[in-house]
């Protein structure tokens, strides 16, 4: 083992501690390679290990071979079924007036998460994927409307992105389904905006898998290396069992909790 390499533990807890101690702020530029080997007296090679390091322990964010930045610490978060109880309750107070009497998850998706730095919504009509065309049970020519809805609740945090398709065919009727300003503050969630079109929403399934992250979803994420990416495909069907929505919903395994609730019909007496 060469001295450079001997210096690596000890340069990586004294900027560990650099860190945790707020010395380095969330969100601030990090060293170059350059700047790190200069303060150190290592190689690029060992000052290119030292932040390859701090990635995999997650207290820097960035591309590899582009701009590091100190991590901004992930918003845990929860995504509990039972918000759909809630929403398809909220959909009904909504066109009663009252506005104010559930708070809203992440754009219905069942997620909840803190407060936002930003976030927006864009909307399209579009031929939806071949998977999606499957699950929405689409002919050849059949469009969807399809919104993206991205958040990120602090500057150089990860980003957060679910996107919803939608039969074109069901929503044609209502041009606010197609608003993203409207859509970006809609006071009763997908189930409301169904409602608005004479949908009743049934049931919802969600589907789940893992996967290991691409190079792009690591980055617009902020994932750490070793880290997978959790997928929620959720499918909402009407009460004749007709599907009316897919949303795509990933979801980094580092910050969320996923809660599942099964209500279990009694014996019969």
């Known amino acids: 083992m060469s001295k450079y390499e001997r210096k690596s533990p000890r340069i990586v807890?004294?900027?560990?501690?650099?860190i945790s101690s707020g010395k380095?702020?969330?969100?601030?530029?990090?060293?170059?390679?350059?700047?790190?080997?200069?303060?150190?007296?290592?190689?690029?090679?060992?000052?290119?290990?030292?932040?390859?390091?701090?990635?995999?322990?997650?207290?820097?964010?960035g591309k590899t071979?582009?701009?590091?930045?100190?991590?901004?610490?992930?918003?845990?978060?929860?995504?509990?079924t039972q918000r759909y109880l809630e929403e398809k309750?909220?959909?009904?107070?909504?066109?009663?007036?009252?506005?104010?009497?559930?708070?809203?998850?992440?754009?219905?998706?069942?997620?909840?998460?803190?407060?936002?730095?930003?976030?927006?919504?864009?909307?399209?009509?579009?031929?939806?994927?071949?998977?999606?065309?499957?699950?929405?049970?689409?002919?050849?020519?059949e469009r969807v409307r399809r919104v993206i809805y991205e958040r990120r609740h602090q500057e150089h945090a990860g980003l957060s992105r679910s996107t919803s398709y939608v039969p074109y065919e069901l929503i044609k009727d209502n041009p606010d389904l197609l608003n993203s300003e409207l859509l970006a503050n809609w006071p009763g969630g997908m189930m409301h905006e169904l409602r608005t079109?004479?949908?009743?929403?049934?049931?919802?399934v969600d589907h789940v898998s893992v996967t290991v992250p691409t190079a792009e979803e690591s980055h617009d994420y902020d994932i750490p290396p070793g880290v997978p990416l959790i997928h929620i495909r959720k499918v909402t069907?009407?009460?004749?069992?007709?599907?009316?929505?897919?949303?795509?919903?990933p979801l980094p395994g580092d910050r969320v909790e996923l809660i599942f609730r099964t209500p279990l019909p009694r014996w019969a007496e």
């Open 65 to 80: 071979g582009g701009k590091t930045w100190v991590r901004v610490p992930p918003v845990p978060a929860k995504r509990d």
């Open 89 to 141: 309750a909220r959909a009904a107070l909504v066109d009663a007036g009252e506005r104010g009497a559930f708070g809203v998850s992440e754009y219905d998706t069942g997620v909840t998460i803190g407060s936002l730095h930003h976030n927006g919504v864009r909307v399209d009509v579009v031929e939806p994927p071949e998977d999606v065309a499957a699950v929405l049970r689409l002919g050849p020519g």
């Open 13 to 18: 807890a004294e900027l560990l501690d650099e």
């Open 237 to 249: 069907f009407d009460i004749t069992g007709r599907p009316v929505e897919v949303a795509d919903i």
């Open 197 to 204: 079109v004479g949908i009743e929403a049934g049931e919802i």
């Open 24 to 61: 380095r702020r969330p969100g601030e530029q990090f060293l170059t390679i350059a700047q790190l080997a200069e303060k150190y007296d290592v190689s690029p090679n060992t000052a290119s290990g030292v932040i390859k390091q701090l990635k995999t322990l997650g207290a820097l964010s």
